[in-house]
């Protein structure tokens, strides 16, 4: 059974702890994440975007899915679905009616009477449901499913008022942070993320957690980071490995054996990544 993720994100504000959301592609994906957090006996978030839903059929699909695998792979672990960047009221609704047990409403490209509005409306429905909501303030930028923006930055009134006013569960702000592959690391403003984890007593939210330095992300973590997205890099290396593959194994055709090539590098970053999230579990 998939598990509701307000409790143990708040146990990991009060220990201190990160809980990881890994982006989910396909039924492969699930697979090597489940599998993986399994062995490391860690809670994991499988994230999905809106367009990996469309992609993978609808949001009853991602859910059949996901709970199947559950059953079918013996997990034990919590396994919590989460919305990644809901971008309407609509969406939200149609992820909580399906089974998610998590949501995020991306209104931060809205001015914060909107972004309050519309979070609130989310907020209300998923209350009687037991579903945990994110939301964002200030916005993180980069490039996420081909779409650019810039970051502004998270200004520290605008979050505790919409924190205050919205009751949301999650706040992701945006501190420096970008999504997508990036030429540079960016340097993460920790004083802010500090300032706002003094004020605001909810779960903070890292995005685009790829290509940042271990360093940075256990600092995040030190001052207030409970829950760290993490995509790209999975894709990266997964493409990488499979385009080698079919470079040296031109005759395969099987489809299996195709995408399978880039699951083992799917696993090695958890693996990798663990370290970060999992050290003496925090
Ligand atoms: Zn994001």
């Known amino acids: 059974m998939l598990s509701s993720g307000k409790q143990i994100l708040m146990d990991a504000k009060q220990k201190g702890r990160c809980i990881p959301q890994f982006n989910i592609n396909n039924l492969e994906w699930v697979k090597a994440i489940m599998e993986t957090f399994s062995i490391l006996d860690y809670p994991v978030i499988l994230g999905v975007s809106e367009s990996s839903i469309k992609y993978m059929g609808g949001y009853n699909t991602v859910v059949g899915l996901v709970e199947g695998l559950i059953k079918d792979l013996k997990i034990n672990i919590p396994i919590i679905l989460h919305l990644d960047h809901g971008s309407s009221i609509e969406s939200c609704i149609k992820a909580i009616d399906s089974g998610f047990t998590s949501v995020m409403i991306d209104a931060s490209s809205y001015d914060i009477d909107t972004n309050i509005e519309i979070t ?107 829950k760290i997205n993490i995509n790209t890099e999975l894709q990266v290396e997964w493409s990488k490995k499979v385009k080698e593959y079919i470079i040296n194994n031109n005759e395969v055709y099987d489809p299996r054996k195709i995408i399978g090539a880039g699951i083992p590098a799917i696993k090695d970053i958890i693996i990798k990544k663990s370290n970060i999230f999992i050290t003496n579990k925090r």
Request: aromatic share 2%; net charge negative.
């Open 120 to 226: 609130s409306k989310v907020v209300d429905y998923a209350k009687h449901k037991d579903v945990m909501v994110e939301g964002e303030i200030g916005h993180i930028g980069g490039s996420e499913d081909g779409i650019k923006s810039n970051i502004t930055y998270t200004n520290v009134l605008d979050a505790i008022r919409y924190v205050n006013e919205t009751n949301i569960d999650l706040l992701a702000p945006a501190i420096g942070n970008k999504h997508g592959v990036k030429d540079l690391e960016p340097q993460l403003n920790i004083d802010l993320l500090k300032e706002l984890n003094e004020k605001i007593k909810i779960p903070l939210v890292l995005h685009g957690g790829s290509g940042i330095s271990d360093e940075q992300l256990i600092k995040t973590i030190e001052n207030g980071i409970n």
